[in-house]
């Protein structure tokens, strides 16, 4: 018979691998049986039998054989006369089958029905897609770069799907080129235009949370459970675990040996700090975890307000304030509590200052190392000096130290 040649439409089929075959066969049964609808007012009548392999049909028309001049319904009946013109063998009472060539529904019909077909096809597609990545929402996977425009990224997944990973999901540190394979978390499945639309991030918690369970073998076996993550995307993160098992350390685990585990995930995270601490349901104790690298002299704590006033000794409030307010700003966080910090000589709100380890990322280590030798370890101690005194005091050019002074300045006038 004629063939509408649906090879492509079943190539389709193929390459969708979640697609069963039933559901395939159920497809074009539904297109085809419109199709006969249209033209006959019925399909109960006719049988579609699908050929995946070679990527035809057939349609069968069945009807009963009755005596002449007893057709009441023709599209169940036909005459005795009429039947043995088809075959002579048949008689009254009999099934007749009749094959349906395709191209007798015309050229417009056929072609409405390769289009039907493939839009089901898409949609088909669709819904697998979003049941694919919506039941890994939360999970990493790596995929490849197939395109960077500037407010996202295309990449396309082993199975050639379209993934968007956009800048605000981005850690400030990356950059990519195209053809480059990265690995990120799926953040949610979005539909635009009738079309799913998948997100990626690798600013997630989540997205730390899934490095460390890779890493930690304690963790993905549950004998270390992350409490709580909070980040500031490639700057620091503090992780709080509590470990299900007495025996076993849950940051000496987190860490690795000689920091072998952590430092993975550090690259990962464009060099991005990460504090990991012991949680507890201790608030005090919690705090002065929280506010890690810096040592706490004391602290009070209003319980109600979610308050807490810390107390540290002057060359610690840099520490825990950290640049940009970032350290306290995720104490904050990651302990639920507003946190005010003090001087323990003063008892008076600490003037903000950065320590300048803080800055090696634009002031070079060898010129942090020189201004710490005359004892010029935080921002505010390198400008209470004038040029000319830094000049004298030091090895550095004038050049550099205006330079310096600059970078430094900048920081407190974004503040």
């Known amino acids: 018979m004629a063939s509408i040649n649906l090879i492509e439409a079943f190539q389709d089929f193929k390459e969708a691998e979640n697609i069963d075959r039933p559901t395939m066969m159920k497809v074009v049964e539904d297109v085809f049986k419109t199709l006969l609808r249209k033209k006959y007012g019925s399909d109960e009548n006719f049988d579609v039998i699908v050929n995946a392999e070679k990527g035809d049909l057939e349609i069968m028309r069945r009807r009963t054989i009755v005596e002449n001049g007893a057709v009441e319904d023709p599209l169940a009946q036909i005459a005795y006369n009429d039947a043995v013109k088809i075959e ?17 529904f015309g050229r417009r019909a056929i072609l409405a029905a390769k289009q039907t077909l493939a839009s089901r096809i898409g949609d088909l597609k669709k819904n697998v897609l979003v049941k694919k990545y919506g039941e890994r929402i939360g999970e990493i996977i790596s995929a490849e770069v197939y395109q960077v425009w500037k407010k996202e990224i295309l990449l396309l997944d082993e199975e050639g799907n379209e993934l968007i990973l956009p800048k ?12 480059e394979s990265i690995r990120s978390v799926v953040k949610k499945v979005d539909m635009k235009n009738n079309s799913p639309v998948i997100i990626l991030s690798r600013t997630s918690p989540s997205f730390l949370s899934k490095l460390l369970e890779i890493e930690v073998p304690e963790i993905f076996d549950g004998l270390i459970v992350i409490k709580k993550i909070v980040r500031e995307p490639g700057e620091r ?5 509590e470990s299900y098992d007495d025996r076993i350390d849950p940051v000496g685990a987190c860490v690795g040996m000689k920091g072998s585990r952590i430092h993975g995930i550090v690259r990962e995270l464009k060099n991005e700090n990460i504090d990991v601490i012991n949680w507890t349901n201790n608030i005090q104790l919690l705090l002065q975890r929280s506010l890690t690298p810096s040592k706490i002299t004391s602290m009070d704590i209003d319980s109600e307000k979610l308050h807490a006033n ?11 304030i950290g640049r940009k307010g970032v350290n306290i700003k995720l104490a904050q966080e990651l302990t639920g509590y507003s946190i005010d910090v003090f001087r323990d000589n003063e008892g008076e709100t600490t003037e903000f200052d950065i320590d300048l380890d ?7 280590t060898w010129v942090i190392d020189e201004l710490k030798r005359i004892g010029c370890d935080t921002a ?10 830094l000049e004298r005091r030091t090895d550095l050019e004038k050049e550099t130290i205006e330079e310096v002074r600059r970078v430094l300045k900048e920081e407190f006038e974004k503040e």
């Open 88 to 104: 002579p063998d048949y008689e009254v009472g009999e099934d007749l089958y009749e094959e349906i060539e395709i191209l007798d």
């Open 168 to 179: 605000s999901e981005q850690i400030p540190q990356d950059y990519f080129k195209k053809g």
């Open 237 to 241: 993160a503090k992780v709080a675990v």
């Open 310 to 320: 810390v107390y540290l000794k002057p060359d610690q409030v840099s520490l825990a």
């Open 358 to 364: 803080e800055f090696s990322d634009e002031i070079e």
């Open 380 to 389: 505010h101690s390198v400008l209470d000096l004038t040029v000319e005194e």
